[in-house]
């Protein structure tokens, strides 16, 4: 079972490269996210999606982007690399039936450093 | 807004002794409740959920009972193991697009 697979793992850019992080899931799920966090603390949303061609922003877009063309790859790109987007990117899954749903299954994290 | 606010940590105990990690809410309507459970270097794992009021959630001798009275889902367990020793995260969903939120986290730390 995959589940919900991240690459790459570690990267390093330096500031104003910019590059994409990847994420598939293959449980058929409709609904996928991006999270990051920050060292000691919680997780911010970055953005979500509910389905193919769907997306929408979260706690703090700011600097990605994302697209949603298939149910199972949801890839988060960031432009302009910037100090301040140093951290560790989780991309989470779940079914999405509506309120009081099941849970979110997450990727293992892809570690971001912009120098 | 919805919100979870839980125990800052670090907290230390040694092994066998008994745990409580806090947490409490802030929701329109029936979230579900959730604790998630990071180990080093890993993402974050389900570790049990409730999704109506004096629901609980078990699951590795670790335990949690949704209150709406108190807006609580605090987790206990009675006797921690070293290997119990991780991140900890209380979360909500709820509405119509299955939102999440999360805590800020408490790391545990576990001595033999």
């Known amino acids: 079972n995959a589940g919900v697979t991240q690459t790459p793992k570690f990267r390093i850019l330096k500031i104003g490269q910019s590059m994409t992080l990847q994420c598939t899931q293959d449980m058929n799920h409709n609904y996928m996210y991006w999270y990051r966090q920050d060292p000691g603390m919680g997780l911010k949303l970055i953005y979500y999606s509910v389905g193919a061609g769907i997306t929408d922003k979260g706690e703090v877009p700011n600097g990605y982007n994302v697209s949603r063309s298939t149910t199972e790859d949801f890839p988060l790109r960031l432009e302009l690399a910037a100090p301040s987007q140093t951290s560790v990117y989780f991309c989470?899954?779940?079914f999405g039936q509506g309120s009081n749903t099941g849970e979110l299954f997450f990727g293992e994290g892809s570690r971001l450093t912009v120098l | 807004g919805d919100s979870v606010t839980q125990m800052e940590g670090p907290v230390t105990l040694s092994e066998e002794a008994f745990l409580t990690i806090n947490c409490t809410y802030t929701?329109?309507?029936?979230?579900?409740l959730f604790w998630y459970v990071q180990y080093p270097g890993e993402g974050l794992q389900l570790l049990l959920k409730a999704t109506k009021a004096d629901d609980k959630g078990s699951n590795k001798g670790f335990e949690a009972t949704y209150r709406k009275e108190t807006t609580s889902f605090h987790l206990e367990k009675g006797s921690v193991q070293v290997s119990d020793s991780a991140v900890y995260f209380c979360?909500?969903?709820?509405?119509?697009?299955?939102?999440?939120?999360f805590g800020s986290g408490t790391k545990l730390n576990v001595k033999p």
């Open positions: 979360a909500l969903s709820g509405g119509n697009f299955n939102k999440f939120y």
């Open positions: 929701a329109t309507g029936y979230p579900s």
């Open positions: 989470a899954s779940s």
